[in-house]
Each structure stands twice: as C-alpha cells, then as structure tokens.
C-alpha cells in the first residue's frame, strides 16, 4: 500500500515537471544602458547619421551598411567655409549640410568644421531663397573670364567680405553696380542670388561707366587688412595692406642709419632667385598696359630690380633657417654674418621684399619663431619689411601642417608688427593653374619670357602677377611712406 502511493507521487511529480505552463514574458524589454534619447522634434531638418553621432552626441538607429567616414578640420586664419570645401574635394552644400551648429557666414580661428567623405551627405533639403535681379545698363554684358579656375562671389566689395559660392568659368552676369575705383563690381546670377566680384576676372562688353557706383560704406579691402595704425593708402588692390605710420616711422630711422631710401632688397628663395622676377624691368623689358602710373616708381628704384640675381638674402633653396645661418653666407659677408644681415649691410635698402615658407614645408613647427627673427632684424635696421604670401601649402601637401598654416602666420604678424602684407596667394588664386609650374609651388612664366608685360594673356601666369603686385607694393610705399620721410 505504502509502496503503490509512493509510485504514483512519483508519477505525478514527473509528469508536473513535463507538461508545467512556462513563466509569462515581460509586458516590456528593459532600455538598455547605451541607448541615448532620440533626437527631439523641434529639429527642422534631420541630420545625416553620421552628422547627427558627431554633431549632436546622439546615437542613430542601427543600419546594414556602414556609415559614411568623418573627420574633423580645426579653422585657421583666412579660411571660409567655401575654401575649405574645396581643398576636401566638397561641395559648399555638403559642408553646410555637415555643420548645422556653424555659421557659414562666418568662421573663426580654433573653431571645429566636420569633414564629411565626398558624397555622403544628403543636400537635398537646403533652400536658397533667390529674389529677382534688377536689370543692368543698357547694352553691358558681362561673364567671368575663361580659364580663370572660377571666380569667388563675396556678399561685399573686399576680401574680407564672406564668400557666397564659387562661380565656374565663363558664367554669365548681370552688372548691378561697381565701386569708384571699378575694382569689384556688385552682379546677379540667373537665379537672383546676388553679391561682389573682382573685376580684373570678368569680361565685360559695353561702358562700364554706365553701370552706377555703390557706396557700400565699407574698406575695399583685404580679409588680412586690420592694424593697429590707420592706413596711409587708398586701397585699390585688395592684395595690399598695413602701410601705416608704423612704415613712416621704420623709414625715418633706417635714414638716419644711412639707409637709401630709392633702394630695396629681396629675401627669399627660388621663385625670387629667378631672371623672371623683377629683372626684365632694369633692362627696360616691360609694357605696363593699363598701369602706366607704375613708371614713376621703375625709375625711382632703377638699380634695385636686378637684385634678385645677386642678394645674398635670395637663393635658390632657401628657407627661414637659412637665411639666418651664418654658414649659408656668400662672398663679401662676414663668417658671424647671417645673409640676412650681410645683404642688409651691402646694400642699406629702405624696403625688403620677404618671400619665404615654402622651404618650410618639414620644418613648419619652427617657422613662427624664425619668421619674427627677421622681421624684428629687418624693423631694427630702419628697412621696412613687406611680408608676401605663398602661392603655395606644401606645409600641408608634404608634411602635416593644416592647411595655410604659413600664410595664416604671415597675415597675423603683418597685423602684430603693424608692417605691409602682399597676399600673393589672394593675387593668383584665379589664375590658370594657381599661377604655377607642374610641380605646384614654383610660379609659371609666359612662353615668351614677357613676364613684366602687364596685358593680354601674359597676364594669366603667376610671375607677371607676382611683378605687378610687387611694383603696386613699392608704389604704394613710394608715394605714401617715403615721401614722408624728410
């Protein structure tokens, strides 16, 4: 009896254990520790993932595929939104697109632009908002030169001004306006977007002069043109600022040293130590064009132009390092002498022409510190040092700099020093090819040799443009500096 009731005990526990009811699920799975809130509904225009991760911090949904690669670009002086699209290989839109917590009406230094892989952000939902052109004068047509590399829209007449777009070559305009000088010329594209061009880069048919003058109330000028002294000159060219009182002042001491005050030197390396450079306008090999006002200036330094053939302060190879070792002096200088100092000595100019930063490219982390060597050297000898740009940023292209990193310096300094910028860079940017030679940093020459020819097509290669912007340079100190000094 004990034996049968403990069997089916057994039995039945056996049989509870196979056919027992499972437990009942959750009515909800828990949140997960990772997961991050969704983005909130106040947002106008969804972000792309990849933006949204960055940009946001907030985690997008989960998908097949992988996201598109970003990388992080930090600004430096003189970039706009539009220059940095285009050195990563974008579109304006794209970059916009990536960076909806940035102003693309304005950067500053040190600020953080999103890098997105070329194609792999969604423009679709960017609006413009175009208003109707008014019409131009009669009988004036206008286009943007062919075979410029395109032509920077900028919402004011100066550099300074922010950039708008890019327009391609030969792109039709509608004339609105022109400044008093006929530098830039205020247009309308088709689509009603307005702004401000340069007009040495536009062909224009008809007379200009029918086209009315705008009085902006704003400088015409450079985006690297702000000093702590008032400017002396009229600034016609954008390319060309700092000539204050400051070049008074180091003029009138390098005088009182002994200076000659009709006479300048160069400081630089192979696009200076070239016969293209400066050279043909002693030999009376020039044709100045529409820039007849420059000959008053050829005659004033007549002696001077040759020098880039012989100073011991430009040679081919040159960097900052060198032209302050006394171990890369010439014959005639001094064994503790620098180049520098030598050439300063010899020829006691009142101007040095400084082109340097392109032998920089390995050494870039240094360059700030050398580059105020010599402007202090040069400022305490009475010369009046005029920083020039680069053509090039093989700081960049060769080694890791960030882009214009040496260009940024030399326009910051020029503004600390209170002393005259020639932004070179700004100055052949439209030209063919940047203005250079294959090789991408050495400036390219008309097939004739004319490269002090001041007209026509010789006026689509980067040393006839660094001539003239070199010549307006030594002009403008003439007229505003030195003939002040006493």
């Known amino acids: 009896?004990?034996?049968?009731?403990?069997?089916?005990?057994?039995?039945?526990?056996?049989?509870?254990?196979?056919?027992r009811i499972p437990p009942s699920a959750p009515s909800a799975a828990p949140t997960p520790i990772a997961q991050a809130a969704a983005p909130t509904a106040a947002r106008a225009t969804p972000l792309p993932t990849t933006v949204q991760t960055i940009v946001t911090g907030t985690a997008p949904p989960a998908a097949n595929t992988a996201a598109p690669l970003m990388s992080q670009y930090t600004v430096v002086?003189?970039?706009?939104?539009?220059?940095?699209?285009?050195?990563?290989?974008?579109?304006?839109?794209?970059?916009?697109?990536?960076?909806?917590?940035?102003?693309?009406?304005?950067?500053?230094?040190?600020?953080?632009?999103?890098?997105?892989?070329?194609?792999?952000?969604?423009?679709?939902?960017?609006?413009?908002?175009?208003?109707?052109?008014?019409a131009q004068a009669?009988?004036?047509?206008?286009?943007?030169?062919?075979?410029?590399?395109?032509?920077?829209?900028?919402?004011?007449?100066?550099?300074d001004a922010d950039v708008i777009t890019k327009l391609p070559d030969s792109t039709p305009l509608t004339l609105l306006g022109r400044t008093a000088n006929n530098a830039w010329l205020q247009v309308a594209l088709s689509d009603g977007t307005h702004g401000w061009v340069m007009a040495q880069y536009v062909d224009i048919t008809g007379n200009l002069a029918s086209v009315s003058v705008v009085d902006t109330g704003q400088s015409q000028t450079s985006g690297n043109e702000t000093t702590s002294s008032a400017q002396l000159v009229p600034r016609d060219e954008p390319y060309i600022s700092g000539i204050t009182a400051k070049s008074v002042d180091i003029f009138k001491s390098g005088q009182a040293k002994g200076n000659h005050a009709n006479v300048f030197t160069l400081v630089g390396d192979s696009n200076t130590d070239n016969p293209a450079f400066l050279q043909p306008l002693d030999r009376g090999d020039y044709n100045l064009g529409d820039y007849a006002y420059l000959e008053d200036t050829i005659k004033y330094f007549k002696g001077s132009f040759a020098r880039s053939q012989s100073s011991h302060a430009a040679v081919g190879g040159f960097n900052t390092t060198k032209v302050l070792d006394p171990a890369n002096s010439g014959s005639g200088c001094d064994r503790t002498e620098t180049p520098l100092d030598c050439e300063y000595r010899i020829t006691k100019p009142s101007i040095a022409l400084i082109l340097l930063g392109t032998g920089d490219q390995h050494t870039w982390q240094g360059f700030e510190a050398r580059y105020r060597t010599i402007i202090q050297d040069t400022i305490n000898q009475g010369i009046i040092p005029v920083l020039i740009t680069k053509g090039d940023s093989l700081e960049s292209r060769?080694?890791?700099?960030?882009?214009?990193?040496?260009?940024?310096?030399?326009a910051r300094l020029s503004r600390e020093y209170?002393?005259?910028?020639?932004d070179l860079h700004q100055a052949i940017a439209p030209l063919p090819n940047t203005g250079f030679n294959p090789d991408g940093f050495h400036y390219n020459t008309p097939p004739d040799g004319k490269s002090c020819y001041f007209l026509g097509d010789w006026m689509r290669y980067g040393y006839t443009i660094r001539n003239l912007t070199a010549l307006q340079m030594l002009d403008a100190i003439r007229r505003h500096v030195l003939s002040q000094g006493g």
Do not use: C
Not at 139 to 157: E, I, M, N
Not at 404 to 410: E, M, R
């Open 398 to 410: 060769d080694n890791t700099a960030p882009y214009g990193y040496i260009n940024a310096i030399i």
């Open 77 to 134: 002086e003189g970039d706009t939104l539009w220059g940095i699209a285009v050195n990563f290989h974008l579109t304006l839109d794209e970059l916009v697109a990536a960076n909806p917590t940035i102003n693309p009406d304005r950067l500053y230094p040190g600020d953080v632009v999103n890098v997105p892989a070329p194609g792999t952000i969604d423009t679709s939902q960017i609006t413009r908002q175009p208003t109707a052109p008014p």
């Open 1 to 19: 009896m004990i034996v049968a009731e403990l069997g089916a005990i057994l039995l039945l526990t056996l049989l509870f254990f196979i056919f």
């Open 138 to 159: 009669d009988g004036v047509t206008a286009q943007v030169k062919t075979d410029v590399g395109g032509l920077r829209l900028r919402k004011g007449p100066g550099t």
């Open 418 to 422: 209170d002393v005259p910028l020639l």
